[in-house]
């Protein structure tokens, strides 16, 4: 008698997992402004670390009047997949113990502290130096200023691309993940999407250069994603409000009039303070 053949476990996905998994908290992330509780999901056999965000937890905001700020976080990871540049780990919107919220994947942090480091610096004079793009002049304190700086790195500049796109108003340095695979991840999308230009970010050193080809492929795919009808465009109109998502449609048509990088709108880039 052969001994039975045996099923190959079924392969579970981050999303299906993050959905359907069984929730656990384990702890309170401390430095965050709203709750943020750091969990393990578990699904047929197969677990992972988990972000749990409950919209209990959220601190309202006078300029975010409408859906949650959970809402906003899945909107954004649904605009990063659309783009195929992965730059959001896999998110979704479920019932925990503490009701409705949004639960992320736990992205491991390069143990090389380099390279967080390595993305963002502060330095003496006024050129950025090769491989660096210049944000801005920054107070350092005792009537000192030095020239803040990021990497010239291909990732970063995707993701200034799509925090123009979803008009992220937070992007600061703490929100980017380099992770043990080499990837650069990016967090904390509460605050976008707003009807009116919110863009704050570090990330002003490609401001005004062409676009490159892969962002113009992308953003001329995510247009047409984003007409009525298309499973895009329905998704989005469960997480965020109709002015939203034209106003989205008016940000990506511009990014395609122009084919630069965005600008500052005012005479100073808008950075996030502090921009850790
Ligand atoms: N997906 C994630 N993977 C790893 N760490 C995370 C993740 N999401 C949040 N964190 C950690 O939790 C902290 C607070 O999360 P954040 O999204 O900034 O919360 P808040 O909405 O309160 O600003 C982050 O600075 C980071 O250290
Ligand atoms: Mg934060």
Same mark, same amino acid.
């Given at each position: 008698?052969? @001994?039975?053949?045996?099923? !190959?476990?079924?392969?579970?996905?981050?999303? #299906?997992?993050?959905?359907?998994? #069984?929730?656990? +908290?384990?702890?309170?992330?401390?430095?965050?402004?709203? @709750?943020?509780? %750091?969990?393990?999901?578990? %699904?047929?056999?197969?677990?992972?670390?988990?972000? %749990?965000?409950?919209?209990?937890? #959220?601190? !309202?905001?006078?300029?975010?009047?409408?859906?949650?700020? /959970?809402?906003?976080? +899945? &909107?954004?990871?649904?605009?990063?997949? /659309?783009?195929?540049?992965?730059l959001i780990p896999p998110t979704v919107l479920r019932d925990g113990p503490y009701g409705q919220g949004m639960c992320q994947l736990w992205i491991e942090a390069s143990a090389d502290e380099e390279t967080g480091a390595a993305l963002l610096a502060l330095v003496e004079g006024d050129e950025p130096g090769p491989g660096w793009k210049a944000v801005g002049f920054a107070d350092v304190g005792e009537d000192r200023t030095a020239l803040l700086v990021h990497a010239d790195d291909e990732r970063l500049r995707r993701l200034a691309v799509l925090d123009a796109v979803i008009n992220n108003g937070d992007r600061k340095g703490?929100?980017?993940?380099?992770? &043990?695979?080499?990837? =650069?991840?990016?967090?904390?999308?509460? +605050?976008?999407?707003? &009807?009116?230009?919110?863009?704050?970010?570090? =990330?002003?050193?490609? @401001?005004? #250069?062409? =676009? !490159?080809?892969?962002?113009?492929? /992308?953003?001329?795919?995510?247009? /047409?994603?984003? &007409?009525?009808?298309?499973?895009l465009a329905r998704r989005l109109a469960e997480l965020i409000t109709p002015a939203e998502i034209e106003a989205l449609r008016g940000r990506v048509a511009e990014l395609l009039r122009t084919g630069r990088h965005r600008e500052p709108s005012g005479q100073w880039p808008a950075i996030p303070w502090p921009p850790v």
């Open positions: 008698m052969s @001994a039975p053949e045996r099923i !190959p476990p079924r392969s579970v996905t981050p999303h #299906e997992l993050l959905a359907k998994g #069984e929730l656990t +908290v384990r702890g309170q992330v401390r430095e965050a402004s709203n @709750a943020v509780l %750091y969990c393990t999901v578990e %699904y047929e056999g197969v677990s992972a670390a988990c972000v %749990y965000k409950p919209v209990a937890g #959220e601190q !309202p905001l006078w300029d975010f009047p409408d859906g949650t700020l /959970a809402q906003r976080e +899945v &909107a954004a990871y649904e605009l990063s997949e /659309a783009m195929g540049w992965g703490g929100h980017l993940l380099p992770s &043990a695979d080499g990837r =650069l991840y990016a967090i904390d999308h509460g +605050v976008t999407f707003n &009807a009116d230009d919110k863009l704050r970010t570090l =990330l002003w050193g490609w @401001a005004g #250069e062409p =676009l !490159p080809g892969e962002a113009l492929t /992308a953003l001329r795919r995510l247009s /047409a994603d984003l &007409a009525d009808g298309r499973p």
